[in-house]
């Protein structure tokens, strides 16, 4: 038996463009994440910092300005106190999503009752693979696909898997996935989100306050126009698939202790969770296996869920797992509020964000019960977890 873990809040910064003239091309990646837990704790005033009781944050690149333990190097630059401990991990995409299931762990098995979990990636100062050395053995002893080690050749691979799966399917999910990212940003969606910052840049100090990566003009006729950059006559292009991006935020996670001694609202509390493997070199595919085992695990099918926020790394992986569990690609049960197409992906950031779109789902759509949060994982992982209103 384990207690129950809520979550409270959660809080990011905006999405920006990892380019030379994107939104933080001149600001840290640990300040990033700063800026969202300081964000938090003004939200919640009534949590005194220095009662959090750990902080848990993912980055795939440990390196630099994301290298130095980063929990405990964001609990003393947030000012949460010398007190307040804290730790770094990393499962790449899922970064986040390990983050927020730990956090959970800890409170479930009674250990814990406030913990800080999030993410943050910085792909402009840590380009994908930049800082990395693979074991030569991957390759020489054939453990992996040469194409297992560029997240775009995968998306490729997964298509030769599943030629169902058509460019044109994967363009129109595009396309609904920017359209409705449009529709929830005019419609204050990522407003309980989103907080602005304020960043250096060539133009003198700025603040901003949007997603940087949205295309709100995207038609099925530009996209179809773009090339695969992965492979000649491929069907992975920058328009069905996630960008890079810089981004950073994180999650408030409570106990029913401390919701009652700080007279906190939980929004919704974490059921159970999956890790799976999946071969490395049709890494996309992982939510299927991980979906269907919570599912199980929870007695439960898809018809029992209201809301799935799934990352959007490439259309195709999605389109399969919509096939999979027999949803058309517009199906208004899965990412309501468009997804990382439309708004970038910063790597060990975003399951902090499905999280907080599922949260305000919950709060938006008063019958909705339960929901599912999912990301396929470089090196052929897939990870779920189930959420339900408290
Ligand atoms: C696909 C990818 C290589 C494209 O990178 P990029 O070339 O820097 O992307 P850009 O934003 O410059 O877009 C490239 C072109 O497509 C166009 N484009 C992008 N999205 C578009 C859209 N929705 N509609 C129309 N055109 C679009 C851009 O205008 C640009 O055109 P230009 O070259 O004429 O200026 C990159 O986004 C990528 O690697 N994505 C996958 C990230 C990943 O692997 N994540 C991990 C998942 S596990």
Known sequence: MTADAFYIDGV??????????????????????????????????????????????????????????LGRSL???????????????????????????????????????????????????????????????????????????????????????????????????????????????????????VVPMTVFSEAGWRVVDTDEHPRPGTTLESLSGLRSPFRTGGYVTAGNAAGLNDGAGGVLLASKAAVEEYGLTPRMRLVDYTFVGVEPETMGYGPVPATDKLLDRAGLSMDDIDVIDMNEAFAVQCVAFLDHFDLPVGSDKVNPYGGAIALGHPLAFSGARLAMQVATYFERNPDAQRGITTMCIGLGMGAAALWERV
Not at 79 to 107: E, F, H, Q, W
């Open 12 to 69: 990011r910064v905006p999405i920006g463009r990892a380019r030379p003239d994107g939104y933080y091309a001149k600001t840290r990646a640990d300040d990033l994440a700063v800026r969202s837990i300081r964000a938090l704790l003004e939200r919640n005033p009534s949590v005194p910092p220095d009662r959090i009781d750990d902080v848990v944050w993912a980055a795939t690149a440990q390196v630099g300005d994301q290298g130095l333990t």
């Open 75 to 193: 609990a003393i630059l947030a000012g949460l106190g010398k007190t307040v401990p804290g730790y770094a991990l990393d499962r790449m995409c899922a970064g986040a999503l390990t983050s927020i299931v730990n956090a959970a762990n800890a409170i479930r098995v009674g250990a814990q009752d406030l913990v800080l979990a999030g993410g943050v990636e910085h792909m402009g100062g840590h380009p994908m693979g930049a800082e990395v050395d693979p074991n030569p053995r991957f390759l020489s002893d054939k453990l992996v696909d040469p194409t297992a080690l560029v997240m775009g050749n995968t998306a490729e691979n997964l298509h030769d898997d599943h030629p169902e799966v058509t460019r044109e399917r994967c363009d129109e999910f595009a396309l609904i996935s920017q359209e409705r990212t449009a529709k929830a940003q005019a419609n204050g969606v990522f407003d309980t989100h």
